[in-house]
């Protein structure tokens, strides 16, 4: 687009989809970082499509009235937290508006939605975070202004959005209990007193790669840490001085992953100390969370999001419900004791084992669990031979439904399709596609990730 091009003085006038300030520039929607309505900024136009513009502010001439002072320290070098300067009362309503956006605009959908449900507690609200090692600490611009030489660039934290090789050191990050934060900095210090080589992810090299801590309502703690280099000694050393400096911590864990990414779903995860395994409770039902298992992050929300679904399908103890993209099975076991059936359909092969294994903890005869793609493993034959549906609940990933899973389940045709979403954009998208044969009753935000953008989204449709 040749030279880019500063516009001053622009009033950021709304909030987008994706959390980005939104204002119009010569007529076209744009799009700017790090705003939100009511801030007068200077605004640099890094890309220009044929349709909007996207931008950063250069300078802030005036702050919305709306924004507050981070408790943070790491705030605005971290992008975990991105909206924590802005009044909490205020991001609901931002994420209100992101779901009403969504709705209207490409779900065409004009139904009113509920009000957003918020956070009782807005720090310290996850129960996993993970952790990375790196040997090239980000700098901050006060740092590499300063001249100062650093010999230790070792850093244990999080990734710098637009840099996949840049760490942020955190020294205290407010998102998980405290324990968090005393195994992050103990097994830091440990690393460099004891010369442990951190990750260098361009060369592929050192010991040291990844640290998730899980936590659960009851007390648990999970350490699941992840190793590039197989060093028996080093490993060793690590792991049992974490085990002296933390009795408490009930699963202690470690993978050796050598591969060019950091997903260790398909490596054997070794359990050096304790069990292996975390429980957690959701009401009346027993979960046991192991180092691979997918657990909704913020537990008390989910308490209230499950809820929602329940009241949404108002159960009579009849029905046979669905439960697509089910996880360890958290919704459908939640829900098993209230309906005669429950089926649940899972693509990663472990998430269906953990759900049969807490089907057993719980004493449910009446929940099954398959293991298989969705738009694969949902057809008429799956649908005979397990009774077709009254309800269909599904809490798809951010891409949201396949179109061949949207078509088998206007097929199936259920009474009542319970859609949980972590996107509502692409979740408007499906709904849409269903209205000819569905009427949308009720739509409820949930905010299950305070400081963040993010919004979780129940809609409930009924066969017309």
Known sequence: MGRKKVFEQVAISDIAPEGK????IDGKATFVEKTVPGDIVDVLVTRKKKDFLIGRPLKFHQYSDHRDKADCEHFGHCGGCKWQDIQYEQQLLYKQSIVEQAMSRIGKIQHPINKIIGCKKIFRYRNKLEYTFSNKRWLTNEEIKSDKVYDNKNALGFHIAGHFDKVLDINECHLQDDI???VRLATRKYAIE???TFFDIINQTGLLRNLTVRTSSLGEAMLI????????KNIGGLLDHIIQLFPQINSINYVINSKKNDSIYDLEIINYHGSAYIEEKLEGITFRIRPKSFFQTNTTQTLELYGIVREMATLK????VYDLY????SIALFIANSCKKVVGIEQIEMAIKDAKENTSLNNIDHAYFYAGDTKDLLTDEFVEKNGNPDILIVDPPRAGLHADVVQQIVHM?????IYVSCN???QARDINLMLAKYTVKELQPVDMFPHTHHVENVALMELR
């Open 326 to 329: 089910t996880g360890l099975g």
């Open 317 to 320: 103890g009849d029905e046979i």
């Open 225 to 232: 840490f992840s190793f590039f280099e197989n060093d028996n």
């Open 21 to 24: 300030g939104f204002t119009r």
């Open 180 to 182: 968090s934060n005393e």
């Open 424 to 426: 509502p954009s692409t």
């Open 194 to 196: 004891n010369g442990l």
């Open 413 to 417: 045709a259920p009474k009542k399709v």
